[in-house]
C-alpha cells in the first residue's frame, strides 16, 4: 500500500473536459450595502412585493422551516398554470432559470448533439453545452445587422436543441410571434424560448399559450427581472407534460426551499403591484432611451429592461463603461462579437438614470 | 417544409439513458400544515434558531431581494473556514448538501468510471452515478453482519470515487476515525466523506481536520438536520483548495439565494442554541432505542437523528410501516437489500416519540 498525499493529482481525477471548460462569467455584484448605482445585471429598481413580509413571518412562525419543501412547488405550480390554462405538472419550479435551462441541457444533449442559437444571445447556452462535457456542438447563427434574428439560416439549421431569449439578450430587440412559430414548427429538436425579460414587452408576446400547438416548445421564466426577486432564485420551465416529467427526472428532490416559494407565490399573486412596477420600468425605459439618444447613442428598440447602446463615433464602449465604473456606476459590457461595440444598461429609477444621464454628459 | 408536431416523439430526443433512470426516492412530504407525526426524513424536531426572525426582517427591509447574491456565499464560507482554521474558497457552499454530491460527481465521474460505496448507504449516490449518464460502474460493497463497513474489501476496491455517509445511514452506526483515514490514504480516487449528520456524534468525529492530510479527501454538510433548515436548503462541500475550485466550475452562478444565505449564516453563528437542541435529540435518542428495545427490536448504536430498528420475530416490518402511516405516524421503509428487514424512525420530541411507543405497542 502507498500513501497517496505526495504523488496524488487532483487534476488527473476530475473530466477531461473540465481544464479547458470556462464557466458563465456573471455581472459584477458588489457588496449589498454599497453605494454603488448597479445598472449592470438587469435588476428591477424597485423593491419586490410588500406582501411578502406577512407571508416570510408567517411561514417563520409556523416552525415548517425545520421540515422539507414539497418536491414540486405545489401552490406555485398551480398558480401558474391556472393562468394560462394548463396542468400543473406543466410546470417545473427550478432555482433560478439558470438550473431550468441546466436541466434541459442534461435532459438532452448528448454525445455529437448540436445546439443552435442567434448570437449573440445568453451567453450561458454555449457555456451549458460545454459544460455537459460530451463533446456536443454550439451552432451561433449571426444576427442580421438589424440586430434582427436572422430566420432564414436559423430555420436551414438541424440540431437537438435551438435556444434564443425572447427577447433578446444582451440586444433588446424582441421577434415577431409569427416568425418564431414558424421557426419552432420546422426545427427538428425542442426548441427553447427564454422568457427571462417577457413581462417587459406586450402581455401577448409569450410563447407559452402555443405550447399546446408545438409539443417540441419549452419556455422559461424567472422571478429575477420582472418580479424583483433575483435574491430569491426561483424560475420555471414550461412544456407538455412529456418533454417536463422527462426533464424532471434530473432534478435534485428538494431543489426550491420552503421561502422561496411561499415568496415566489405571494409576489405572483400580488398582480396589481408587478403590473404598477412594469409600467414604471417601462416608461422610464422610454425615457432613458431618448435621452441617450441625444447624446449620440444608437439603440435597438428595446422590449426588456435594458437598453443596448452603441456610442457614437470616437467614443470607447469599453472605456465608457471603465469611466462611468470609477464613477460607482455599473453597467455591462461585453468584449466578443458584435456586443463589443456596445455597452447594456439596465433601466434603474428615475433618479438613477438621472445619474448616469449626467455622468455620461461629463464623459462625453 | 414538415410540419414536426404530429410525428413528433420527445422520447427520441431525449438523452438515450434517461428513459431507464430511476431518480431518487425522497421519503414521503404530507402537507405542512397535517397533524402527521413526521419522523421519516430525518428532520430535526426543534424549530431552528429563533435569531432567524430578526436576519430575515432585516433583509426584507433592506430591499436587497431585488438583488442578485453572492456568488459563493461569501459571509458562510468566513464562518465556517473560520471553525476550521480553513480558507474560506475550500468551502463550496450549495443548494442543500444533494447539490453538493451532485457537483462532486459531475466534476468526476467519467465514461467508464467506477464508485465505490458501502451498501446500504445513502441511496442518493447510486443514482447520481447513474444520473451522470457516461455508463458509469457503481460498486456496492456489503456492509459486514455486525453492520459496520467491511474495510477489508473497501480497501481493496479501485475506482474515481468513494463515498460514504459518515455516520452511514440508514444504519446510524458510525466507523472509528482511524479505519476511514486509512482507508482514504490507500484509495487512488476522490473519498467522500458525508456528514449529514455528524453533528448528532461526538464534536471530533468529523473528517474535516484531515483534509489537510488527505488531499484527496470531501466532506459535505448540510444545514437541513441538526440545524433544523431542512426546508432551507443549504449544505456545503469542503476540500482542498484545488478539489473545490474544480468542483466550483460546474455550479450555477447563484446557487444560494440571499435569504437562504442569512438564514444559514445566523443558524450557523448561535452556537448556544444548536448544542441544546443538539444535547435534546441525543438524549431522546437514548431514552428511544431503550424503549424500543423492551419492544423487542433490535438496534444498533446510533451516532445520527434516527434508529435503525429490526422488530422482533414474526414482526414485518413492512407491515408495522404501514399499520403506523395509518395511525398518522410516518417513518420510513427501505425494501431493498438488508434495509428490508428494518425500519428507520426519526428522533422526534419527547411527546412524538412517547405516541410512536404507545402506537406501537398497541400494534405488536
Redesign the interface.
Known sequence: ?????ST?S??A????E?PA?K??T??E?PG??TSTI?LN?N??????SPK??EA??KV?E??????????HGRKLQELIAKDYDLDPNQILVT??S??AL?LLF?????PEDVVVAPDPTYSFYPVLTE?M?VGATYKAVPLKDDLHFDFDSL?KEKG?LLCFAHPNAPTGVEEEKSKLLNLI??????VLSDEAYIDFTEPNSSLVSEIK????LVVSRTF?KSY??????VGYLIG?L??IS?IR??K?????????QV?AEVSYADKEYFLEKRSLVISERTKLKKELESLGFEIPNSSTNFLFCKPKLGVSPESLYLQLKEKNILIRYFSTGISKDYIRITIGTPEENQTLIKTIRGLI
Open positions: 500500500m502507498t500513501n497517496l498525499s496524488f487532483i487534476e481525477l476530475v473530466r477531461k473540465l471548460f464557466p458563465y456573471p455581472g455584484q449589498l450595502s448597479k445585471t435588476e428591477n429598481p424597485y423593491p419586490p411578502i413580509k416570510v413571518e417563520l409556523s416552525g415548517v422551516l425545520r421540515k422539507y419543501p414539497n418536491y432555482n433560478g439558470d438550473e441546466r442534461q435532459a438532452l444533449v448528448g459544460q462535457m430555420t437537438k414548427k420546422n426545427f427538428e429538436g425542442i400547438n408545438h409539443p417540441n429575477s424583483a426577486l433575483a435574491g430569491l432564485r407538455s412529456e418533454v422527462w427526472k434530473l435534485d428532490s428538494y431543489n426550491v426551499g420552503i421561502l422561496d415568496i
